[in-house]
């Protein structure tokens, strides 16, 4: 069997899902819903990054103060 190789070359994203989210971050309403949208985002872009030497692990995740129980 041969391996293949694929070369993959990424663009700059058209749209920032940290700007979104945060962007009025008044709506979300108390300072407590602020500092959870904040971590969410955290998560999410700790989750998504695209360098898997980055990206976070599952136990990292499970880990994560989001996640936590408060």
């Given at each position: 069997m041969q391996d293949v190789v694929r070369k993959v070359t990424?663009?700059?994203p058209t749209r920032d899902?940290?700007?979104l989210l945060l962007t009025d971050s008044r709506a979300a309403g108390s300072e407590e819903n602020v500092r959870l949208l904040r971590m969410f985002v955290d998560l999410l872009d700790q989750a998504l990054a695209l360098n898997?030497?980055?990206r976070l692990t599952p136990?990292?995740?499970l880990r994560h103060p989001f996640?936590?129980?408060t």
């Amino acid at each position: 069997m041969q391996d293949v190789v694929r070369k993959v070359t990424f663009t700059q994203p058209t749209r920032d899902l940290k700007s979104l989210l945060l962007t009025d971050s008044r709506a979300a309403g108390s300072e407590e819903n602020v500092r959870l949208l904040r971590m969410f985002v955290d998560l999410l872009d700790q989750a998504l990054a695209l360098n898997p030497e980055k990206r976070l692990t599952p136990e990292d995740a499970l880990r994560h103060p989001f996640l936590k129980p408060t």
